[in-house]
């Protein structure tokens, strides 16, 4: 059975991973386009349940050959 090809890498889930300590990996975040979708994976400290994440700096571009509509909305999964 064939499987489709994979998306190109601007249009893939991207991955923010939360540590216990409160760091988070990558330290730049992501950059997602139109359409795009960030992950989270958060390592709770022990005896913790709830997560907030505070956004810092969030800036828009315009990146020549990207398509896709905006959303308006991040998935979180």
Do not use: R, W
Request: one cysteine or more; charged letters at 10%; proline letters at 9%.
């Amino acid at each position: 059975m064939a499987h489709p090809a994979p998306a190109p890498l601007d249009q893939q889930s991207k991955l923010i991973t939360i540590n216990s300590d409160g760091t988070f990996t990558p330290s730049t975040g992501v950059v997602i386009n139109p359409g795009g979708e960030v992950k989270f994976d958060v390592n709770y400290p022990s005896g913790m349940n709830t997560c907030t994440i505070t956004f810092g700096s969030i800036t828009f571009s315009y990146e020549a050959g990207v398509e896709g509509g905006p959303t308006n909305t991040i998935k979180v999964g």
